[in-house]
């Protein structure tokens, strides 16, 4: 398994790169299926592993407003949203959909 911390904005801008962000509710079922298919399989425990990866985990379940704000500067209204932080700091939005692939791609 791999550890999830908190997110927050002033924890995203703080974490070095590479950081991988999950804005997720507990009611979303593309959430889950997303968490079952990628998330939780070996494959990416590995990368993030081998890519030495911070996992930066944000709950919307109840409408976090700080999720809320920074969600709406990417014109993205709900969950799941998921962003990766390069080592350049540069922050990319993986949409609302993952794969192993996109995530590598977006790393680069």
């Known amino acids: 398994g791999v550890n ?9 801008v703080n974490t ?8 997720t509710a507990k009611w979303c079922i593309t959430c889950k299926v997303n968490k ?3 998330l939780d399989s070996e494959d990416f425990s590995e990368l993030v592993a081998d890519k030495k990866i911070q996992l930066l985990e944000g709950d919307w379940t109840k409408r976090d407003e700080e999720i809320t704000d920074f ?8 969950v799941p ?10 922050i990319k939005n993986l949409g ?9 791609e977006a790393l680069k």
């Open 16 to 23: 070095p790169g590479p950081v991988f962000i999950n804005f």
């Open 71 to 78: 969600l709406q500067s990417y014109n993205i209204v709900g």
């Open 96 to 104: 609302e959909t993952i794969s192993l692939s996109k995530i590598k």
């Open 4 to 12: 999830w911390d908190r997110w927050s904005q002033s924890k995203m």
């Open 81 to 90: 949203a998921y962003f990766v932080k390069t080592k350049s700091g540069q």
């Open 36 to 38: 079952k298919l990628v």
